[in-house]
Each structure stands twice: as structure tokens, then as C-alpha cells.
């Protein structure tokens, strides 16, 4: 027998007209667990091996550059990548993001955008600064994709013979693949502590390395997680039309996440070798 949806009111706490849904608590979470997390790595001398060491305030004033650079380019990605065509037909929903549809790649870039240019305006190592930020990246991811769950939304593939599949309240009567929770799994608690134990192990001392890691593993984590994951209505399978999971559809998920892997294997091989690691000359600077 399938597992019923759990009742989840999406609203978490409402006080009149105004109403904070979980979704939103799971970027503030995000947020905050990652601001933490980062203020502790910043603080740790020997991970930054000579490189200059962001300061507390440093870390606080990225926090609000990170959540402008996730947010717009969350979603401006789901507008170019994901439904395109009727945002072209009615532009002003664009600016509706209460209404949900968001890009995790196009916060990605957003978020990276952001963090080049919050560094090089403070005098810190840009390359080091990314890998710090993807150490704590997974926390968000974790608490967004339990956030996406509960919201019933980005369901599962059918899964008729899966012995813990999920009848979700709008996908109709089939039980699907909870592939949320895989993703939250998967992208986040299975990454983070992939990235905690390289940070300790390498530090930062070779920028860029940690987040190469982070990169490669998120593509390798979505990719996986894509082939259980419902492609998105108004796109479906880009190639191949199967719908049974672990068969041949490729969807957009997969696509985008190929030159992810790509660019971290890249950036992997090249702060092994010591290509991105600045001169003295820079570093004395």
C-alpha cells in the first residue's frame, strides 16, 4: 500500500493577513544555519593558509549579498530556463515570486555573482570565499528540499511497486517517488558532509578546490535524483518520452547540471596543481 501525503498546512504561522509559509522559513534557515556555519570557518586561522581571513562583519554583510544574488537569480533562471514562453506572454507575473518558481541554478550563479563581487570589493581571495560558501551551502539545500515536500510540489516519478511511494495531493491517484526527500538527502545531508571532511583536510589554502568538490557532487547528486524526479510539466522529457523511473528521459535538471560537473572537475584539476593558488606578491598585497 502506498504512504498517504502527510496533512502539511504550507502556511506555518499566520497572524491576520499576514502568514509566513514554510518555504520561506526554509531559506531563512538556510540563511541562518549557513551564516553560523561560516562564521566558524572564517574565524579557524589554519584553513586559510596565509590567504586574508574574512572578518565577522565580512561574513554578515555576505549573508545579505548571497540571499539578493539566490533570490534573483533563482529567479530569473526558472524564467529563462524553465518557462520561458509564458512569462513572455504575461511579464509581470515575473515579479510574482510568492507564487513559487524558483532555479537552483540560476540562484547558483546569482549567489557566485555575488560572491566574486562582494570579495573583490573587501580585498579577500574570490576562489576561496566560493569554496567557504559551498561548505555551507547544503544546509540550505537540505532545508529547501524538506520545504518543497511539504509544499507537495517537485513530486516523484510513478513508483506503483515501491513499498514506501507517496500518493501527493495534486498528482493525481498514482504513488510517486518522494524524490524531494532523495534530493534532501542527497543534495544535502550526503554533501555536507562530503564538503565538511574536505574542509577539514584542505582548507582553503587551495582555492577553488573545495568548490570544485561542491559542484561536481551537487551535479552528480541531481543527476541521480533527477531520474526518480517528475520533469516539470510545461517542459517534460527533452529527449526520450519514458516515464517509469531509471529509464532514458532527460530532462532539464540533467542537462543544466553536465556543465556543473564539468567546471568543478575543472576547477578540481586546477587547484591541485597549484594554478589558482596567487603569487606571493598577491597575497602580500
Not at 562564521?39 to 545579505?64: F, H, S, T
Request: aromatic fraction near 14%; charged fraction near 15%.
Amino acid at each position: 500500500m502506498p504512504l498517504s501525503f502527510p496533512i502539511i498546512d504550507p502556511v506555518a504561522i499566520s497572524i491576520g493577513p499576514f502568514a509566513i509559509r514554510w518555504y520561506a522559513l526554509a531559506y531563512v534557515a538556510g540563511l541562518l544555519g549557513g551564516w553560523f556555519y561560516a562564521k566558524r570557518l572564517a574565524a579557524k586561522a589554519e584553513l586559510w593558509g596565509g590567504l586574508k581571513q574574512p572578518k565577522p562583519i565580512d561574513v554578515d554583510d555576505l549573508i545579505v549579498w548571497v540571499a539578493l544574488g539566490v533570490v534573483l537569480g533563482g529567479r530569473i533562471g526558472y524564467v529563462l530556463f524553465y518557462n520561458l514562453s509564458s512569462y513572455l506572454s504575461h511579464p509581470l507575473e515575473i515579479f510574482a515570486i510568492w507564487r513559487g518558481g524558483m532555479s537552483f541554478h540560476g540562484g547558483f550563479l546569482g549567489s557566485v555573482l555575488a560572491i566574486v563581487l562582494f570579495s573583490r570589493s573587501r580585498g579577500l581571495n574570490p576562489l576561496a570565499m566560493l569554496d567557504m560558501a559551498s561548505v555551507v551551502t547544503p544546509i540550505g539545500l537540505f532545508f529547501g528540499r524538506i520545504a518543497n515536500f511539504i509544499n507537495g510540489e517537485l513530486w516523484g516519478r510513478p513508483a506503483p511497486d515501491f513499498p514506501y511511494a507517496v500518493v501527493f495531493p495534486h498528482a493525481g491517484p498514482e504513488p510517486r517517488h518522494p524524490s524531494q526527500l532523495y534530493e534532501a538527502f542527497g543534495e544535502g545531508l550526503i554533501l555536507f558532509l562530503i564538503m565538511a571532511v574536505a574542509a577539514r583536510r584542505f582548507g582553503f589554502r587551495r582555492p577553488g578546490l573545495l568548490g570544485g568538490i561542491f559542484v561536481l557532487g551537487y551535479a552528480v547528486a541531481r543527476i541521480v535524483c533527477e531520474f526518480f524526479r517528475e520533469p516539470d510539466a510545461q517542459l517534460g522529457f527533452l529527449f526520450g518520452s519514458s516515464v517509469q523511473a531509471l529509464s532514458g528521459g532527460i530532462t532539464m535538471g540533467m542537462l543544466l547540471s553536465v556543465p556543473m560537473a564539468l567546471i568543478g572537475i575543472g576547477f578540481i584539476v586546477m587547484a591541485m596543481r597549484g594554478h589558482t593558488r596567487p603569487s606571493r606578491t598577491a597575497e602580500a598585497a
